[in-house]
Structure formats: C-alpha cells, structure tokens
C-alpha cells in the first residue's frame, strides 16, 4: 500500500510559517532542523495523532520556479492546500477570534462546507467539512 508521507507548501517565511501552523492552526511541530545558512527543514502535523505518519513542509518558497507558482495561484484565488475539519462553524468562529483573515466564511461547495483563510506567508488554504 503506498500513502502519503510528506507534502509541502510554499511559505514567505519558514519561521513565521512555523509559528502560524503550530500556534494559530493548532499542528504540531514534528520535525526542526537549522540545516545552516539560515536554511531550516520544518514540518507539522495534526495534533490529535489521527495522521501521525503525514507531514506538512514548510518549504521556502523563494526562486525562480516555486515564488511566480504560488504567487500565480494566490492571486487566481487557489487554495495551496485543503484541510479537513469536523466543524467548519467552530473554527471560523475560533480562527476569526484569533484575528485569522478569511477571503470567505463558511459556504455550501456541492458535498462539503467550505471556508478560506490566508496563512500569512503567502497561501490560501480551505478548510472543508464533509456535508451531512
């Protein structure tokens, strides 16, 4: 069976990345490394240990193929990545509090409820709920 391991995002800041997927989205940290030269290697994972075995990179997203990439996808809307939530409602509210800007709030999108939010390193990220 194969599954995945890792995935990355491209992120403005690997430090103030860190410091919003772990203290305002709720990860924790999994791997922290100062590979030197001001490179760090950083992951997150969920929290509650439902997905021990998959990662987050927070992967800079400075250069020639991954800065125009993400900046093309921000501005078209995209979401970077999606994230799963048992309710959406709850984490607008909570997130909202916590002074997270959503470009939208909680909406029907066929079978989920979907909202989102800017990470504030350069990506829009969609929180979605299973409908019913």
Do not use: C, W
């Given at each position: 069976?194969?599954?995945?391991?890792?995935?990355?995002?491209?992120?403005?800041?690997v430090?103030r990345?860190?410091?919003?997927?772990?203290?305002?989205?709720?990860?924790?940290?999994?791997?922290?490394?100062?590979?030197?030269?001001?490179t760090?290697?950083?992951?997150?994972?969920?929290a509650?240990?439902?997905?021990r075995?998959?990662?987050?990179?927070?992967?800079?997203?400075?250069?020639?193929?991954?800065?125009?990439?993400?900046?093309a996808?921000?501005?078209a809307g995209?979401?970077?990545?999606?994230?799963?939530?048992?309710?959406?409602?709850?984490?607008?509210?909570?997130?909202?509090a916590?002074?997270?800007?959503?470009?939208h709030?909680?909406?029907?999108q066929?079978?989920i409820?979907?909202?989102?939010?800017?990470?504030?390193?350069?990506?829009?990220?969609?929180?979605?709920e299973?409908?019913?």
């Open positions: 069976m194969i599954k995945v391991a890792m995935t990355s995002v491209y992120v403005d800041d430090t990345a860190h410091a919003f997927y772990t203290d305002v989205l709720g990860f924790e940290t999994r791997t922290h490394l100062d590979l030197g030269g001001g760090l290697f950083v992951t997150v994972g969920a509650e240990g439902a997905q075995d998959l990662q987050l990179l927070l992967e800079p997203g400075q250069g020639p193929i991954a800065e125009p990439y993400r900046k996808v921000y501005e995209l979401p970077a990545i999606v994230f799963s939530v048992d309710d959406i409602q709850a984490e607008y509210e909570r997130l909202s916590l002074g997270v800007r959503f470009t709030g909680p909406q029907e066929g079978p409820i979907a909202a989102i939010l800017d990470d504030t390193v350069g990506n829009l990220i969609q929180l979605a299973p409908k019913g």
